[in-house]
Structure formats: C-alpha cells, structure tokens
C-alpha cells in the first residue's frame, strides 16, 4: 500500500524488456536494410510497431498509477529530474551538428581554400559559404533562404510556444476549458510546421536541387533541420497524448507531471529553431 | 620450434638482468635522431622523465614508508588528522610551478617545430593503402615506395620464411625518398583514401596524412645516412606494412640521384613506344601486380569476399579490355585509380597479366603505346575538370 | 495487457515483497541489487570475452611474423577488444557498483527510477549483442581501431551500421544510467546527509554521471554522421564536399576523452573508500577530493585534441590543448597526495581490498606520468600511435580501474553475501596480477620508445624481445583473473567460507551507512531513511 510520504518503488517491470527488444529489431532492421537485405525493411516495421505498443502501455501504466495517486512529491521530483537531464542530452546532441556547422563554415571550408591546401590541391575552389565544395557533390543547387516558409516557420513555432504556456496557466488555474483549447492550438501549430518543412524540404529536391547530397551545405542542413522536425514530430505526438489525457480529465494543478514534461520538451525544440533560425538560415 | 626455445631462455637472462639487449640499432629509450628537432625533443623528453621520476620517488618513498612503519602488526595506533590546509595548498602550487617549467621550452620548441618558412625546396607526399607517394616539386622527380619484396613475401601467414633472416624485415622499401643533406626540406602532406601518418623516427616527429587537406613539416638532415620509419596511422588491414625509408645523401650525391632519375623516367616513356611481346608484358605483369595489386586482391588473384572482388574469374577481367583498363585506369570505390601511378608499360603489363593468370586464359594483351595516349587523354581530361570547379 | 495487470496487484502488497520466483525474476525485476548484481556479472563475462580478444592480439605478437591470424582481423580484435573492454567490462561493471552500494550508501530504498533502471541494463545487452554480431558478418567486425576514424571506417563491410546502433544503444544505456543515479543521489538522499557528507563514492559517480549524459549524445551524434556519410550522400568528412575527416577526430575526441575520465573518476571515488577503513585513519582531505574531482571533469573538456597533436593543427590549437592538459595533472595529484596522507600515520592492515588499492594509487600514478609525458605537445609527436601510448593507457584502465574493481568486489562481497572471501587465494590473486601486469605492459614503454607503432600485427625484429615478455605476461595476468572467478563463485555459493559479521572490516560503519546494515543485506533495505550519518570523514 502506498501511503502519500512514501517513494513509490514498482515491482516487476516488463515493457523495459519489450522496449528493448522492439527497438533492436527496429536497428537489426535499418541495418539490414541498409545493407541491401530484403528482410531489412520488415524487421523494421516489427520492431517499430513494438516499440509503439511498448510506448502506449507504459504511458498508459504510468497515467494510471498517477491518476490512482501512487506517486508522492518525491517521484515527482525524480521523474522532473529524468526529464531535464534527457532534455540536456538531447541539447548536447544538437551541439555536435551545430558544432560541424560552425567548424567548417569557419575553419575546414577557409583552409579547403587556403594558399597551402587549396593552392595545392584544389586551384579553383573558392572560400564562400553555402558551398557544396571543392569537388561540387551533387551539382547545382540554390541555397535556402531565410524569409519564406522559414520564417513562416519560426512564427508559427514561437506562437506554440505561447498557447502552451497559456495551456498551462489554463491548468494552474482549474480552467480546463483554456487548458484544451491551449494544448490543441500547440499541436495544431506544430503538425501545420511538420507540414511546411515538408513543402520547404520538397521544393528543395525538386525545384533547387538542394540535396543530402550537396556537400557540406546540404549535409548540415537537412541533418540540422531534419532532426530537429523529428524532434517536433515527438513533441506534438506527446503533446496529442496530453491533450487526450487533458480531454478525459486527468491532471491537477498540484499534480502533471506528464504535461509539464511535454512543455520543456516543446520549448526545447523552440529554442533550438531558433538557433537553426540564425545560424542556419539567417547567418 | 627452437628458434622460440633459446629466445625464452635469453629472455629470462634477460629479465633478470644477466644479459643486457644487444642489437645495436636498439635502444630502451627514445633515440637522439639525427636533427636538431628530434635532439630538442629527446631533450625535453628527458627532462620531464626525470621530473616524473623524482615527483614518484618522493610520494612512493612516503607511501613505502608509511606503508613500512605504520601498519597495525608493528602497533602503531592510527592518528585522526584528515585536514591541513597548509600542506594542501604547498602540494597544489609546487607541481603548479613545476608544469609552468616544463611548459616553457615545450612552447618555444612547438613554435620553432611549426615554421616552416624559408625552406630551400618542397617535397609532397601522398600516403596511399599501402604505399607512398613522393613529388619533388622542384624538379619533377616522381615515385612509389612500398614494402621490399622479401619482407613482403615473409609477412605473409603461413610463408614459412624466418622474419630474421630478412634484412629490415619491415622496414625495408622498394625505393626510398632520397633527400639531401643540410638542407631545410618542406613536406607537403595528403593523403588520397584514408588518413595514414608519415614518421621517421630519427627526424623527430610524424605528421597525419589528411585526403582532400596539406599538412606542412619541414626537416634539416645534417648527417648522411639512412632513416626508417613507419605510417603511424592505422590504414587498413596493411597499415603495419607501409615502411618509409629516407637516405640522407649529401648535396652533390644527391644531384646525380636526381640525374639518374629523370634519365629513368626518359627511358620509361621510351619503352613504352616500342613493340613488345606477350611474354615480356607477362613476366613483368607478375612483379607489378605481386606490388602494386595482390594487397588486396591477393597473390592468387581470390581477392577478399565482401571487400576486393576476385580477379580469377571476373568477368570484368575476361570479358571486354577495354572496361578492364578503364577500372584500373579511372578506379571506383575503395580500388585506386593507377592511371597515374604506373608507367604505360607497367599499366600495359599488369592489365595483360591479369587477364592471363589464375586460370583466366583470355590470350589478349595490349600495348604499351595504346596506353600511354590514354593517359594522355586521362591527363588533359583532369586538366579541364579543373578549369570548370 | 497481462503486464498492467500483474503491475498493478503488486504495489499493493509491496512491503513483504522479496525476489520474484524463478528466471524471469531477473528480466523483470526492479530491484537495485538484482540489477546490480546483473551488471556486475555481465562486465566480469564482457572482461573476458575482451580479455580473450587481447590475448589473441598478444598471441600474433608474441614472434615477429604472422602466426595465427590474417591482418584484417587483428584490426577487428583490437578494435573489438577495445570496444568490449570499454562498453562492456569497465563502465557496467562501475554501473554495477553504482546501483548496488549508492542507494545503501545514501540510505535511500532504490534507484529513483526503477523501472528504468532495468530498461538501462537490457538496453546495454542489446547494444554489445548488436557490436558482438559484427564479428560473423561479411567483411568482418569493424577493424579501424576503436575510435572509428573516417574514412577507414567506411570501408567496414555489413558491419559498419550495425556497429553505428550498438553504439546508439550503448548511448542510450549509459544516459538512462546515468539520470539515474543523479536523480537518485540528489532526490533520494536521507533527509540528514548533506551533499558534502555524501562518500566521495556517490560524489565521484554524481559527476561521472553529468560527464556521461555530456558526452554519448556526441559519440551518437558522430557516429550518425558516419552513417549518413556512408549511405546518405552526405559530406561531413569527405573535403570535395567541403567536410572534413579531422572534424570527426574533434567529435569523437570531445567525446573520447571525458570517456577515459568516466572510467577513472569512479575508480577515485572506490579508492577513496578503501583506503581509509585499512588505514584506520578518516580519509585526508575530503573537499579538496570533491572539488579536485569536479576540476578533473571541467578540465576533461577543454583537453581533448592531445589525441590529435600531429593532425596539423594551428599552433594555438597545440599550444592550448597542450597546457590545458598539463594542468589536469594538478587535481589528480592533490588525489595522489591526500591518498598517501590518508595512509600516514594510520594504523594499516593489508586484506586484499587494500592490496589492490595500494597497488592502484602506485600505478596509475605511473600511468599519469606517461600521460603528462605526452601532454607535451612536441614530444607527443613521438610518442603518439606508439606502444607507449597503449603502455599509458593500459596503467590507467588495467591496473588502475580494473584493479579498483577488483578491490571493490572484494571489500563488498562479504556484506552482499553475508559470506567472507578466502583472503588467502585473494591474496595470491593480488600478487600474481599485481606483479604479471608489470611484466604485461611495463615493457610496452621500451617498445614505443623504440618506435614501434601500434595496431600492427607484425612488426620489425628488433622489437622482439620485448614483446615476447609482454605475450607471457598478459597470459599469465589473464589467466591469474580466472581466480578472481573461483573466489567469487566460491563466495556466492559459501559452502566453505566462514559467514560475515555485520561489521565485516574492523569498525567501518564509522565510513559508511552500508555497514549499518546486516550482512548479508536484506532485499529491502532503508524503507525509512537512516538518522544516525557515520561523519567518519570530516
Ligand atoms: C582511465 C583512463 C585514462 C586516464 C586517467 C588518463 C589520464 C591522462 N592522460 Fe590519457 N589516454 C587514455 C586513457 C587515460 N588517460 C587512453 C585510453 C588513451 C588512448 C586513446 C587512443 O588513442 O586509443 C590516452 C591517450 C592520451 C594522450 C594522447 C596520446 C597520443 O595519442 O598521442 C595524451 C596526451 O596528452 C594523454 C594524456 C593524459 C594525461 C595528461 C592524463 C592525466 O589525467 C594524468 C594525471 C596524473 C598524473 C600526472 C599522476 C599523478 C600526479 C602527481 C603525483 C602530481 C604531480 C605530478 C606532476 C606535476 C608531474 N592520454
Ligand atoms: C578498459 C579497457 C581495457 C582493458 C581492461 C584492456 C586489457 C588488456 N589489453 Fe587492451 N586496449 C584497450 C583497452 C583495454 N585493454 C584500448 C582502448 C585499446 C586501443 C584499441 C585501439 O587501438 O583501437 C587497447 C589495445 C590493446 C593492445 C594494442 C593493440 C594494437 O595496437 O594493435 C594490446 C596489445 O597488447 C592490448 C592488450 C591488452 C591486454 C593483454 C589486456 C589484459 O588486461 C587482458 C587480461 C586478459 C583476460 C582477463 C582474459 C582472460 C581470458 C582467459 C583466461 C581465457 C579464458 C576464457 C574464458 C573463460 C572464456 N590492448
Ligand atoms: Cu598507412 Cu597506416
Ligand atoms: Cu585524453
């Protein structure tokens, strides 16, 4: 029996294993498919749908022993804890691109065009940033600017960030009618992103010949912007699992810690755009 | 085996110290080397050694000590003290002082080590797997160095040939960088697969070998003689196999070696306007790709399933030459490009080879002359490549 | 879902719940001893799998010439070797104390996120199952050397994106650890110990925890640009494309170079331990020991490129990461110092436990010499990818951290068994390892000295003699460790050992709430959180 000033301690966990295993079907998979093996992408659909129904009960077990009250201030604390720290390892993970970013903008791309490496190796190449590079990988291509979708964009993000904090001021203040209304404008804003990178990423490949391909400008910019898409792919799913736990009631003021995760994850991810904004885009 | 046998017994000799290592050309520590740089770097290494020696014998003669006199079988009652901010301060700014120290001939040595300004001529070397590259770009002189024969042949599992009966085993090359002495040399270095590391020893540093970047280092030789080294950089599985081997000669001597070797390379371009017979190319087929080839598709042409496809039995080697020069001449993927490494009829040898070995029996061969206008072509061809980037 | 279910029957009779019946107790369970027991047995396997790895590679080295094995797959071995050793033996075997002893350490009654912790120990299996499966694939394991250099490592064969996600599993294991034993140490606490009366165990392992959610997302990160370089057209190291290798030596570097302190800085914190309760004396300096550790950490990531010395850097570059690196050896000296001050004057016994940790502070004090020795920027240009940088690094991991293992297991073992060890054998363990680990690595110096390059399978005569000392050597070191296995095996079974008291070593619940407890440790312990904090150390 937990008592309320009692750290909740579960017994016998079994989705940890089943995460585990769906999640090295899924790589075994994208591995295999990689390597040109037809098995590839079929292990990789199993091990998905796995880590998914894996997701689903975990979230559901942890809703359900939250709502019954079995969690004390204490595991509140742990679980805030978990989530600003993966929050921060996801930040470091930013870094590294960012990092390759700013290294061979500033240094690698410079001495690829210095009077000792570029002299010697590579007559014609030119110090300038977008570049694909000395060796032209992938051919032509139009550089993205900053003014169209993305700024569009960076708008629309930035107006997430506001309905949600005014979600959560719904929450705080029992008005669960502005809770709702708040976290359905959040994941509106934030699936009509996905939907403009989608069209921004398709104009790219097809109408500018802006590709993975085009050397090291194309590399950090679909490996910049990419990932961060995926990153609010994640945070509008979570937050659609909010707003349904919302819509059936679930949450108190004194009492969400699922809703207050879902909101760092999703300022962090505004925050990262706005680096992709500046650096990416603007600079 | 006996040989192992006398080894074991002069080891144990050895280790307890009744015998003392003989071979000549080794030492126990770092070697002086035959520069300036790697004199001021044996310096130095001395120098913090002997720091390092001194700072151990001090904390583990205190430990030994401590160790000695106060255990609890003699008695001794332990004390309760856990703090003392005096001592504690004293042992943060001694080894402080001592590292700034350390620090100042270290910067001075790194900084003359990096300029490699008003050097008298420029060498360029290209690390390939596994082999180097060498371009005097004063004069125009041009090779490949790779592992000698003999040494090749030992190496290999199974070869049966007692290493120790190889002169250098190792360390050993078909044809070494020649250098001349008392001269300030500046080495451009690249790479054109993966990264390698070009170090001789007796020079006093090594340099990472980059593709698509130069790397610079300059040496100054003031004595006469010959240097070995190895590539530092793990390359592949033959990383261990691609020795250096620098001979220092002196300035005159040197000239005559440059003579020499623009007078090979004149008769190398003659040859390859001559006729020449099928087994003429064949004989020296099988030395060029016994060097140049069977690295990596092995000398019975079996090559390694899922990396270097077979050369026995390939159809690309049996079925039209014309595609077979073409991959050789041009590469593709992990296999080099040697329209530019080998001589026209090296080129022409090799491709005849192949196509009449390991049980591939085309019964074609093609001429030297043919090959050299394609690389011809292949050479004003790169040239307007570079004029579109 | 069954699984909801049977969860949810279980939180109400939680209080008289032990173990789970039968297997399945162990893929399920919660418990942060079971899990640490998991760990622990886990890295001891992975110690010898990689251990068999190297003897391998000691094997082809023992006589110039090929022996035994083709040159690519020495390449896959030592990278193999490295890897295993790394990922498998050493951090999970420091997991395995973590979850094991912080929690009785700090008097809490678990982990802070149990179901997670299991998720961290099953993810770790997956991730060096998936590295392990490289060895029977086409083209073989990956063979560039642990550090995973492009553009060598794209020549991998299948191997290479099997390769990439262990490493993204491995990440995502040591990240999950990690926030668990932070959360747990800064939540879990007993409300009376403050964080500066924690053991330097717990402190050592709050920050190693914050190096290792630092830096795997950057290993993952690097190596996902080598993936998409591989099979995605991308150009991060590849300079017709504007990329460059070298940027990969500065990720993987960014990354690498905390890793070495990840497996050290725990060390200090075990040692720590030790080395008091058999000097009779409280450990010497204690804050100085937290904020040398915090300094260690910090400097840990402004030092990485002293790997990268001869990649032709700006000499400011060199001149920088040369003096940051020098500096590091102030901190870890102030460690060595309030080491041997803590033996001062104490009243020493010398059990097994305090042999190995001995023998640590001796020589990993060796190995950081070497380490400073090649802080030198100049003369690293020697120095670097010989023998005497295998000759470091293997005094740092080998005698240093596996050493404190070791001595860790030892020094635990009673109070997790309730059984004591045969102090005889582990005595004669400590001496065959202490004096064939010399033999081992001791001659390496020479031989990178000499000039003998590493991650060759073959090498030049006149380094003959010395490696030959070094094969016999590593054999007899590593099957000296196959006692290490009986002993703990005779242990757990404790047919012949005399039973632990409660107190195990002569007053030591004066050093640490753990010995509060009873031996062996109940499965349940600290439900309340302790009143009485042991101020041993102040
Ligand atoms: C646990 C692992 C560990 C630890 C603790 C260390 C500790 C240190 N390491 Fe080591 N290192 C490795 C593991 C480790 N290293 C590995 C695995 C590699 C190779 C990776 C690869 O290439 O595969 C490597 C490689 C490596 C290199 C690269 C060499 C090269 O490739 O060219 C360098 C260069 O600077 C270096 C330096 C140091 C230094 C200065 C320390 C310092 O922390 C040491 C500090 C300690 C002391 C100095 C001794 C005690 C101090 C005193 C008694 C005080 C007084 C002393 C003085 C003032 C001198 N290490
Ligand atoms: C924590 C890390 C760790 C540990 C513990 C070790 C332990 C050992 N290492 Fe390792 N090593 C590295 C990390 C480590 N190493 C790294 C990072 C590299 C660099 C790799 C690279 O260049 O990329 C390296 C490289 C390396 C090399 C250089 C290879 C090369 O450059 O080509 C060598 C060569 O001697 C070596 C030897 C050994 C030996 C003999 C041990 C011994 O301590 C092992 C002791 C042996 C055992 C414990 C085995 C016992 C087995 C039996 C008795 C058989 C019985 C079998 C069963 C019961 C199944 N190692
Ligand atoms: Cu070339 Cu190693
Ligand atoms: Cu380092």
């Known amino acids: 029996m937990s008592t309320n000033n009692e750290y909740y301690i579960p017994h016998k966990a079994t989705w940890p294993i089943v995460g585990t295993g769906g999640l090295m079907i899924m790589l075994a998979g994208f591995a295999n498919y990689l390597n040109g093996s037809s098995i590839g992408s079929g292990m990789m659909m199993l091990g998905l749908s796995i880590f998914i129904v894996m997701l689903g009960g975990w979230f559901t077990l942890q809703a359900t022993e939250s709502e019954a009250g079995m969690y004390n201030k204490g595991v509140g604390i742990s679980y805030r804890m978990g989530m600003m720290w993966f929050i921060f390892s996801e930040i470091m993970f930013f870094a590294v691109f960012f990092g390759t970013l700013w290294y061979t903008r500033n240094l690698s791309v410079p001495w690829l065009a210095d009077e000792i490496t570029g002299s010697t190796l590579w007559p014609n190449f030119e110090d300038v940033w977008p570049t694909n590079g000395p060796g032209n990988r992938g051919g032509d291509y139009e550089p993205m600017g900053a003014f169209g979708l993305p700024l569009l964009n960076t708008l629309l993000l930035l107006s997430s960030g506001v309905t949600c904090t005014w979600a959560h001021h719904g929450l705080l203040e029992k008005n669960r009618d502005q809770l709702i209304k708040g976290l359905a404008a959040t994941v509106g804003l934030g699936f009509l992103f996905v939907a403009c990178q989608a069209l921004e990423y398709h104009e790219a490949y097809v109408d500018m010949g802006l590709t993975l391909g085009s050397g090291i400008y194309g590399s950090t910019f679909f490996m910049l912007t990419g990932f961060h898409g995926l990153h609010v792919c994640i945070g509008a799913i979570i937050l659609s699992v909010v707003l349904f736990r919302s819509w059936k009631g679930h949450f108190t003021p004194e009492n969400h810690f699922a809703f207050e995760a879902a909101a760092w994850y999703w300022h962090f991810v505004d925050v990262v755009w706005l680096g992709l904004f500046i650096f990416v885009y603007l600079m | 085996m006996k040989k192992t046998k006398l080894q074991l017994v002069y080891l144990t000799l050895m280790m307890l110290g009744l015998k003392s290592v003989e071979a000549s050309d080794y030492t126990l520590n770092l070697m002086k080397g035959v520069t300036k740089t790697s004199n001021d770097i044996y310096d130095l290494h001395m120098l913090t050694l002997w720091v390092c020696v001194f700072i151990g014998v001090a904390v583990f003669g205190t430990m030994f000590y401590s160790i000695y006199h106060h255990r609890k079988s003699k008695g001794h009652k332990a004390e309760q003290f856990h703090e003392n901010t005096t001592v504690e301060i004293i042992w943060t700014i001694i080894p402080t002082i001592i590292l700034i120290a350390m620090a100042i001939p270290a910067t001075k040595l790194m900084i003359e080590m990096d300029d490699v300004s008003e050097s008298e001529m420029s060498i360029k070397v290209t690390g390939w797997q596994w082999k180097w590259e060498y371009e005097y770009l004063d004069n125009g002189v041009h090779f490949f160095s790779s592992l000698d024969e003999k040494s090749n042949q030992a190496r290999k599992l199974g070869s049966d040939i007692d290493p120790r009966t190889v002169d250098h085993y190792l360390l050993n090359v078909d044809k070494p960088l020649v250098i001349p002495t008392n001269t300030k040399i500046r080495f451009l270095f690249t790479a054109a697969d993966v990264l390698h590391s070009w170090w001789v020893p007796d020079l006093g540093w090594k340099t990472d070998t980059i593709p698509g970047f130069i790397n610079e280092a300059w040496t100054l030789v003031e004595k006469a003689g010959t240097y070995r080294g190895q590539c530092a950089e793990l390359c592949g599985k033959d990383h261990g196999f691609m020795p250096i081997v620098v001979i220092a000669m002196d300035k005159p001597d040197y000239e005559l070696w440059v003579k020499e070797q623009k007078a090979l390379a004149q008769a190398q371009l003659a040859a390859a306007d001559r006729e020449w017979t099928h087994e003429e190319l064949m004989t020296k087929g099988k030395s060029i790709y016994t060097s140049s080839c069977a690295s990596c598709h092995m000398d019975d042409g079996s090559g390694m399933t899922g990396t270097f496809p077979a050369i026995a039995g390939s159809s690309m080697v049996t079925g039209d030459i014309g595609n077979e020069i073409n991959i050789v001449m041009n590469g593709q993927g992990m296999m080099p490009a040697f329209g530019s490494m080998l001589s026209a009829a090296d080129f022409a040898a090799v491709i005849t080879y192949t196509r009449n070995s390991f049980g591939n029996a085309v019964g074609d061969l093609v001429q030297p002359s043919k090959i050299k206008s394609l690389q011809a072509e292949l050479v004003s061809a790169n040239d307007d490549d570079d004029d579109d980037d | ?538």
């Open chain 3, 1 to 538: 879902m069954s699984a909801v279910a049977s969860e949810h029957e279980h939180t109400d009779d939680h209080h008289d719940h032990g173990p789970a019946k039968g297997w399945m107790r162990w893929i399920v369970t919660t418990n942060h001893k079971d899990i640490g027991s998991m760990y622990l047995i886990f890295a001891l396997i992975m110690f010898f799998v990689g251990g068999t790895m190297a003897l391998i590679i000691r094997a082809e080295l023992f006589e110039p010439g090929m022996q035994f094995v083709e040159p690519q797959f020495f390449n896959s071995m030592t990278t193999m070797h490295a890897l295993v050793m790394v990922f498998g033996a050493v951090m999970p075997a420091f997991v395995g104390f973590a979850n094991w002893m912080i929690p009785m350490m700090i008097g809490a009654p678990d982990m802070a996120l149990p179901r997670m912790n299991n998720m961290s120990f099953w993810m770790l299996v997956a991730g060096i199952l998936m590295l392990a499966s490289t060895l029977f694939m086409e083209g073989g394991a990956p063979a560039s050397g642990w550090t995973l250099y492009p553009p060598l490592v794209l020549q991998t064969g299948d191997a290479l994106p099997f390769a990439v996600f262990s490493v993204h599993l491995l990440g995502i294991s040591s990240i999950m650890g990690a926030i668990n034993i932070i959360a747990t140490i800064l939540n879990m606490r007993a409300p009376k110990m403050s964080l500066m009366q924690m053991p330097l165990f717990v402190w050592t392992w709050l920050i190693t925890g914050f190096l290792l959610i630092a830096i795997m997302p950057v290993f993952a990160g690097a190596v996902t640009m080598l993936l998409t370089d591989r099979f995605f057209e991308t150009s991060f190291f590849d300079a017709a494309g504007g990329g460059d290798p070298v940027l990969y030596q500065h990720i993987f570097w960014f990354f690498g170079h905390p890793e070495v302190y990840v497996m050290i800085l725990p060390t200090f914190g075990i040692a720590s331990t030790i080395i008091p309760v058999f000097a009779r004396k409280p450990l010497f300096g204690y804050s100085s020991m937290v904020y040398a550790t915090a300094s260690i950490a910090f400097l840990s990531f402004i030092v990485w490129a002293h790997h990268m010395f001869t990649v032709g850097m700006p000499i400011s570059g060199e001149l920088f990461f040369m003096y940051a690196t020098m500096i590091i050896a102030v901190p870890t000296g102030v460690k060595i110092f309030n080491w041997t001050a803590t033996m001062w004057k104490g009243a020493m016994t010398f059990e097994a436990p305090m042999l190995f940790s001995i023998a640590f502070v001796v020589l990993f004090t060796l190995g950081g010499f070497t380490g400073l020795m090649m802080s030198i920027a100049p003369v690293d240009f020697q120095y670097h990818d010989t023998y005497f940088i295998v000759a470091h690094f293997h005094y740092t991991l080998v005698p240093a951290s596996v050493f404190i293992l070791m001595a860790g297991g030892y020094f635990w073992i009673p109070k997790w068994t309730g059984k004591m060890y045969d102090e005889r054998l582990a005595r004669l363990h400590f001496w065959l390892s202490a004096i064939s680990v010399n033999i081992l690595f001791f001659p390496q110096h020479f031989l990178g000295l000499a000039g003998m390059p590493r991650r060759i399978p073959d090498y030049a005569t006149q380094f003959s003699d010395w490696n030959m000392v070094s094969s016999i050597g590593a054999f007899i070191f590593g099957f000296s460790q196959l006692m290490f296995v009986y002993i703990v095996i005779k242990t757990i079974k404790g047919k012949d050992c005399a039973d632990a008291t409660d107190e195990v070593w002569e007053d030591a619940a004066k050093h640490g709430l753990e010995w509060t407890l009873p031996s062996p440790v109940p499965y349940h312990t600290f439900a309340t959180p302790p009143e009485k904090i042991p101020t041993e150390h102040f």
